[in-house]
């Protein structure tokens, strides 16, 4: 299984950024897809959650209203477009596949390589 992101940089406070992950291997529609982030010196924490069909998501309450998560099972992609960046949104995000546990948790059965978001004020 291998989970490819991509799309992380530099915006400014205020900017956009939109990460993509595209998944192979994986029978991509039985996964529950997600994205987490660590900022330096933090645990990893939630971000965004996307259901097996994509019609539920579920965020975390410091990104609801400025990131969406969406995905396209015919890519085999998830997708997180993050808007009104703030300087706390400073992570690496990771994409994750895995299993509903509740509306801001998943289990989580393999992970994606990290990307670097740098929001500067």
């Known amino acids: 299984v291998q989970l490819q992101a991509s799309g992380g940089g530099s915006a400014q406070a205020g900017g956009s950024l939109r990460l993509s992950c595209a998944a192979s291997?994986?029978?991509?529609?039985?996964?529950?897809m997600g994205w987490f982030r660590q900022a330096p010196g933090k645990e990893r924490e939630f971000v965004a959650r996307?259901?097996?069909?994509?019609?539920?998501?579920f965020y975390a309450d410091s990104v609801k209203g400025r990131f969406t998560i969406s995905r396209d099972n015919a890519k085999n992609t998830v997708y997180l477009q993050m808007s009104s960046l703030k300087p706390e949104d400073t992570a690496v995000y990771y994409c994750?596949?895995?299993?509903?546990?509740?509306?801001?948790?998943?289990?989580?059965?393999?992970w994606g390589q990290g990307t670097q978001v740098t929001v500067s004020s």
């Open positions: 994750a596949a895995g299993a509903y546990v509740s509306a801001q948790r998943m289990r989580v059965d393999y």
């Open positions: 291997r994986l029978t991509f529609s039985n996964y529950n």
């Open positions: 996307a259901a097996r069909s994509g019609g539920f998501t």
